[in-house]
């Protein structure tokens, strides 16, 4: 299984590939349109992260000793933001998760392509994915 | 007929790139842009007048009180009050809304009722909802029709002799539909009820008179009408804010303290307590005399030109959704587009140097009733121009592309 390190790399590498933030925003995109579905059952209120402009679910559960997350947004750009997170952290164990340092998203350039309220989002979402992993952890 | 490109001279912001484009700024709604004289009578403020108000005896301080009270003149003068010291220096809109609910409180008794409408912004919905529940009154609310004008005959229905106070937008800031606030309020004044215009979408862009008007109290922002932030206007007949309870306590606002009571100073000072916002309101007449310089009713016509053209280009785009199409609109349109999150059109066409405003406005009722999580919405002002709207158009269609 690949470590946190080493997915981050990978993703430093596909952004370096772009020339502009156009790329960079189709990429989002793209990644946005194939995000998994969440199942609808876990579109609740308690999955849903406050601080974004769009609305964003999440759910967590522990399979094998690892946290799987899913997640939706009715927005695409958000959508493929999450999906880049879950890319990261998805599958991870939850001690790897909670002390995830999460560098490449400033050496993409993810924050300063994002205003100051939807990178609030963005650490919101990371806020509830280390939450979910502490609480699952603690079973 | 107005010149634009000298008017757009006077806004210094208007040169800057933005994602190295130059700024295509729609989100007047919200802010609008300030011209050099604005800029200039703040700063030369700190710089050469700065002293306490209505207070010392130095030159000053006499200097300060002068220019204070200049604007307070002008601003009577511009939306037709009968006094100047109908004129209240508040911090903005939300806060004049504040100060009149906060009276209310103290004069509605259980069984009254304050009507609103459905199409208010939160500020003129929240402190209604906090009024209500501390004196035990209740809100009533007028709905919106399809096209975002008024339920009027709900309205006339939902007034009666329990109706104390009727507070609705005279522009919806969300939709942009001017309201009919003449009738309002002379249905509102049939029953006896006092009325409330929130007009900070309205005063920079209609001819305003008090007198004529007859509404009770009316109320706007400097900031959305070229002047500086953190300061507004609460208009309110003599005799009404004399009723009216103060709403904060303070210096300024008193005649005599002492222990055994404290007697309250006379209007417009009853209502300013403490240190105003005295380089803002200086600089607001600034604003106001930009405003009368154009002319508010050449401003008027040439926004109107803008909104017929922008609504055209828009609806040509296959997908485009206007929310608000009222027979009588400001230069506001609010839209989405069929199977796009209006957030990932705004973070686009930021991109491109393009400042609209995406969400719910804090209208969240509006975006309820027509079952939206939001819209992006365009609001023009008078320094906007067609090519402007063309890039915009070209820069909506661009997102479009990328997101379906």
């Not at chain 2, 007047?28 to 300030?34: D, L, M, S, V």
Request: glycine share 8%.
């Amino acid at each position: 299984m690949e470590t946190i390190k080493e997915i981050q790399e990978e993703i430093i590498e596909d952004f370096e590939m772009f020339d502009d933030w156009m790329q960079k925003y189709e990429f989002l995109i793209d990644l946005g349109k194939e995000l998994t579905p969440i199942e609808e059952q876990y579109k609740i209120e308690d999955n849903l992260i406050k601080g974004c402009q769009s609305r964003v679910w999440l759910h967590a559960e522990e399979k094998n000793g690892s946290i799987v997350y899913s997640a939706d947004s009715d927005a695409i750009m958000t959508k493929g933001i999450i999906a880049i997170l879950l890319r990261v952290l998805s599958n991870q164990k939850s001690e790897d998760i909670i002390n995830a340092d999460l560098s490449f998203i400033d050496e993409i350039g993810l924050k300063e392509q994002l205003s100051a309220t939807r990178a609030n989002g963005l650490v919101s979402m990371i806020k509830k994915i280390k939450l979910f992993a502490l609480a699952l952890g603690k079973r | 007929m107005l010149d634009i490109s000298k008017i757009r001279s006077q806004f210094p912001i208007l040169s800057r790139k933005v994602n190295g484009q130059d700024l295509v700024y729609f989100d007047n709604g919200a802010t609008t842009q300030k011209p050099q004289a604005v800029i200039d009578a703040e700063s030369n403020y700190y710089a050469n007048e700065n002293s306490n108000v209505h207070r010392g005896v130095h030159f000053l301080s006499g200097l300060a009180t002068d220019k204070f009270e200049e604007t307070r003149n002008t601003i009577q003068k511009f939306i037709g009050a009968k006094h100047n010291h109908e004129i209240i220096f508040t911090k903005g809109t939300t806060d004049a809304i504040n100060l009149v609910a906060n009276g209310f409180r103290a004069l509605l008794n259980k069984g009254d009722e304050v009507v609103i409408s459905e199409m208010e912004h939160h500020s003129n919905i929240v402190p209604w909802q906090m009024c209500c529940e501390q004196s035990g009154a209740n809100l009533k609310v007028i709905p919106l029709l399809e096209n975002g004008e008024l339920d009027m005959l709900t309205f006339e229905n939902l007034l009666s002799e329990n109706t104390k106070l009727v507070s609705v937008s005279h522009i919806s800031n969300a939709l942009g539909t001017i309201n009919p606030i003449e009738e309002i309020i002379k249905k509102t004044h049939a029953t006896g009820a006092k009325i409330l215009i929130d007009g900070a979408q309205a005063a920079s862009h209609i001819t305003l008179d008090m007198q004529e008007l007859d509404a009770d109290f009316y109320c706007f922002s400097a900031h959305k009408m070229f002047g500086p932030t953190g300061v507004g206007v609460l208009y309110g007949k003599e005799e009404i804010l004399n009723e009216l309870p103060p709403y904060q306590g303070g210096g300024e606002m008193i005649k005599e303290v002492s222990f055994s009571g404290t007697t309250y100073a006379e209007l417009p000072h009853k209502f300013e307590a403490g240190t105003p916002n005295i380089a803002g309101v200086i600089a607001f007449k600034a604003a106001i005399d930009f405003i009368n310089d154009l002319g508010i009713d050449q401003i008027a016509k040439y926004e109107e030109e803008l909104l017929q053209y922008a609504t055209s280009e828009i609806l040509k785009i296959k997908g485009v959704k206007i929310y608000g199409t009222a027979e009588h609109k400001s230069g506001i349109i609010s839209f989405n587009i069929e199977g796009i999150h209006p957030y990932d059109i705004g973070v686009i066409v930021d991109k491109l140097g393009i400042a609209i405003r995406t969400g719910h406005h804090c209208t969240q009722p509006i975006m309820e009733r027509f079952n939206i999580p939001g819209t992006a919405r365009i609001s023009l002002a008078v320094y906007n121009t067609k090519e402007e709207i063309d890039i915009c158009i070209n820069a909506i269609i661009k997102a479009k592309q990328m997101l379906s």
